[in-house]
């Protein structure tokens, strides 16, 4: 409905004023905050899966996990960690005028609330999309390939740029669009930190404004981005199998790094997770801990989610389930439903709430009560669907493909075979989707702040309140809930990738 409307919105003054003030402005402000998050996400992710791939150095076991779980942290929540961090009376800037003696007007300091520190913000949270995916492409590359390359001359730095970096590049800008894509969506960072992204016009131009062809004409231009970012995924993820994955080959055994080298790495691996994960969400429990932040009510707070977030999941996984299944009984089916799957998870959340909005208007409906749930509980289903099929889907390929027949030959067929064979065997996946899933809603922001009813305040709405309110203390123990419940998925995703990685 957004999108129907941003296109046939007519031309005139208003869209004249859009074009000229508020369109452009926006979409290079979304696009060089992508492109600055972008390199953030390379530098960070590609290093550290090649040496934690490649190599044995101190603390390798522990940071091959841990470096999975800066996405536990909304880039949202980062944003309230950081700018009370780097802010003028923050400790950094503290400490430095008292080893200098400047004052603040004294000395330059990175300054937050700028494009840059949104895709620093943006980049820190989700570089381990790039991550992941890097690892898994450089542990399957195979021996026999850097072997015949080492024959060659090749060194160390030679066989990266020349040999593994080229034939995992696939996968890696793969995971690259996939984490681009969230950062496109992004709304509480940006709104916070002050920039102008597309995310934070279409809200405001609803909600501030009362333009709501504005918003639409913005929404339009966000989907396109998102989608192009999800068509280009699919496009280099389709093109992994140039890998070399073969059984008949071995896997490349880690070498050892010489001592000065090792403890180099080690530091380096340190610093990352240090900027991307433990100072951030040291600086929340230090305020936490300092201001009594446990004093604050939070009974509503996690009424509202927890409600809301077991509806939506539960919503969400039963269509993820649905689609799962379907797609079990053609491959037609099955890239039908991936498909409808992608191009919600493709809409950003403020795309889906503004479409809700168009829908509640054109039929006369208040944004009240069982309605506004109704309508929140179908964005949740739209934008997270995706999430609670993936695990699902990698569940099913991972069973025998003749299992089905073997159940039909024996009389089970229909429900029976359902409840007797697929749910069970479904089981495994279904726990993680269904956790992915409460752990995402319970995250989201720009959807539930524009749709949720009165006195529905969720952990994620009170804490972007706080914080934009520069009430930093009072959103930490919200924020804190929201990092807690977020690393139940992350540590289960790190156990299962520790689980099959072929060492």
């Known amino acids: 409905m957004a999108l129907y409307t941003g296109i046939a919105a007519g031309d005139g003054a208003t869209w004249d004023h859009l074009l000229q003030n508020r369109l452009v402005p926006y979409t290079i402000t979304t696009l060089l905050t992508l492109l600055i998050a972008g390199i953030i996400m390379l530098g960070f992710a590609v290093p550290a899966a090649w040496v934690i791939s490649q190599y044995d150095f101190p603390g390798r076991g522990f940071f091959s996990w841990a470096l999975i779980l800066p996405p536990a942290m909304p880039g949202y929540v980062r944003a309230y960690a950081w700018a009370d961090l780097m802010g003028a009376a923050g400790p950094l800037q503290a400490h430095l005028r008292d080893l ?11 300054n937050l609330f700028s ?19 890097a690892r898994a492409a450089f542990s399957m590359q195979s021996l026999a390939t850097l072997e015949a390359a080492r024959s060659l001359g090749a060194r160390p730095l030679d066989l990266f740029w020349r040999v593994a970096l080229p034939v995992a590049l696939p996968a890696i800008l793969g995971g690259l669009c996939l984490a681009l894509m969230e950062a496109a969506a992004d709304y509480g960072a940006a709104d916070f930190l002050g920039i102008q992204t597309l995310g934070v016009g279409i809200v405001r131009s ?8 504005t918003a639409a004409r913005l929404a339009l231009m966000l989907v396109l981005i998102a989608g ?19 059984s008949r080959w071995l896997v490349p055994r880690r070498a050892r790094l010489s001592r000065p080298i090792a403890m180099i790495t080690t530091a380096l691996c340190t610093l990352i997770l240090l900027i991307c994960f433990i100072a951030p969400i040291g600086r929340l429990l230090w305020l936490a801990q300092e201001t009594n932040a446990r004093s604050i009510d939070l009974w509503p707070l996690l009424r509202a989610t927890l409600a809301l977030g077991v509806m939506g999941a539960g919503a969400a996984f039963i269509a993820a389930f649905i689609f799962t299944l379907a797609a079990k009984r053609s491959q037609v089916l099955r890239m039908l439903t991936r498909l409808i799957a992608a191009a919600g998870y493709a809409a950003p959340g403020a795309v889906l709430g503004l ?25 949740y289903i739209s934008r997270f669907t995706s999430a609670g099929v993936e695990p699902l889907q990698a569940t099913l390929d991972r069973l025998p493909k003749n299992l089905d027949s073997a159940a039909q030959s024996l009389g089970s067929k229909g429900l029976r075979q359902f409840l007797r064979l697929d749910l069970p065997l479904l089981a495994p996946g279904a726990f993680a989707a269904g956790l992915i899933l ?11 702040l524009m749709l949720r009813p009165f006195g529905w305040d969720t952990l994620a709405v009170k804490a972007h309140a706080y914080a934009t309110d520069e009430r930093l203390a009072q959103a930490t123990l919200p924020s804190l809930l929201i990092v807690g419940a977020g690393l139940l998925p992350v540590l289960l995703l790190s156990w299962r990738l520790g689980a099959t990685e072929r060492s």
């Open 100 to 110: 200098t003696g400047l004052s603040a007007r004294d000395y330059w300091f990175p």
């Open 115 to 133: 494009v840059p520190g949104l895709a620093f913000v943006l980049g820190s949270t989700l570089f381990p999309y790039v991550y992941i995916t």
């Open 206 to 213: 609803w909600q501030s404004y009362n333009e709501p062809n």
């Open 228 to 246: 192009s970012l999800l068509i280009a995924a699919r496009l280099y993820q389709g093109r992994k199998g140039v890998q070399q994955t073969s």
């Open 355 to 379: 479409g809700a909005l168009f829908i509640l208007r054109e039929t006369g409906q208040a944004l009240a009560g069982p309605i506004a749930i109704t309508f929140l509980i179908w964005v």
């Open 438 to 448: 409460f752990v995402e809603i319970l995250k989201e922001l720009p959807a539930t």
